[in-house]
């Protein structure tokens, strides 16, 4: 199984990014999918989740109304649109994937967003 983020960089404030993760080896109805981030000196934290296609989604209160997650079943992909990005955005975005019924979970490798003008 592997997770392999893409679509991070350089941004200025205002503008927007969307990040991909490419998904390989998973069952995808039988896992949640999130999207974590990591700022310098700070712990990780859940930016949004999402259980299937069309489902319920959950976002921290610090993105909401300005990033979606999305998943498509047929590409194997998890996406995350941010538009109105901050400073306060930077960080490295990693993709997530836990078993619904296993618990295991699953890191991708990162991608860096830097939001700065």
């Known amino acids: 199984v592997q997770l392999v983020e893409s679509g991070g960089g350089l941004v200025q404030p205002g503008g927007s990014l969307r990040l991909s993760c490419a998904t390989s080896g998973f069952t995808f109805s039988n896992h949640v999918w999130s999207w974590y981030r990591q700022a310098p000196g700070k712990e990780r934290e859940l930016v949004a989740t999402i259980t299937r296609a069309g489902g319920s989604t959950d976002y921290a209160d610090s993105v909401k109304g300005r990033f979606t997650i999305s998943i498509d079943n047929a590409k194997n992909m998890v996406y995350l649109q941010m538009n109105s990005l901050k400073p306060e955005d930077t960080a490295v975005y990693y993709c997530?994937?836990?078993?619904?019924?296993?618990?295991?979970?699953?890191w991708g490798q990162g991608t860096q967003v830097t939001v700065s003008s």
């Open positions: 997530y994937a836990r078993g619904r019924f296993s618990g295991m979970q699953y």
